[in-house]
């Protein structure tokens, strides 16, 4: 079983950036897909970015894509979500997420989450 941690939020201004890291542990981490989601208030958690075990595939919602850029390190455990050109709509709890594949963490189906961490854009 996999175990997630994320850290790495905080409060920012309108086009700020922020980097969110997510700490693996357990011994199938290194055969997951990670993936971040977020849940802004009195709303239902939406996907935001997702990459495969060894990084060949990475997919993003249309609403991030070209400002957040998802990252893994397999050695030290770690997957990072940087977000740049920050909005006040990207305000929420960023959960980090895991599954046997990329298909599946993005659905849901059976992921591991995250306890999140709080991301606040103000205008």
């Known amino acids: 079983q996999v175990q997630l941690v994320e850290s790495g939020g905080g409060l920012v201004q309108t086009g700020g950036s922020l980097s969110l890291s997510c700490a693996a542990s357990?011994?199938?981490?290194?055969?997951?897909?990670m993936a971040w989601f977020r849940q802004a208030p009195g709303k239902e958690r939406e996907f935001v970015a997702a990459i495969t075990w060894i990084g060949s595939r990475i997919d993003y919602a249309d609403s991030v894509q070209g400002r957040f850029t998802v990252s893994r390190d397999i050695a030290k455990n770690t997957v990072t979500l940087q977000m740049n050109s920050l909005k006040p709509e990207d305000t929420g709890v960023y959960y980090c997420a895991a599954d046997s594949t990329i298909e599946r963490v993005k659905l849901s189906l059976g992921n591991v989450w995250g306890q999140g961490t709080q991301v606040t854009v103000s205008s």
């Open positions: 357990g011994h199938t981490f290194r055969r997951n897909a």
